[in-house]
């Protein structure tokens, strides 16, 4: 666990530095700095994708099993 203070900054390798910019009760907002190369995805968006690309290829998986038989 990592504790900072409004101001204070976490640097993550060389290129990518997370801000904390406010502090509300149980919210912390933060500012990503990054180049634009670097993708920067929320946790629970990238789950979302994820879960849809896994039902993608189940369907796909059985379309093609409907079709080879």
């Known amino acids: 666990m990592l504790s900072r203070k409004v101001g204070e900054t976490?640097?993550?390798?060389?290129?990518?530095?997370l801000v904390i910019a406010e502090v509300k009760g149980d919210q912390v907002r933060i500012g990503i700095r990054a180049p634009r190369n670097i993708e920067v995805v929320r946790g629970e968006l990238r789950k979302d994708v994820s879960d849809s690309n896994a039902e993608a290829v189940i369907k796909n998986l059985d379309v093609f099993k409907q079709r080879k038989t």
């Open 10 to 17: 976490i640097w993550i390798g060389e290129d990518v530095e």
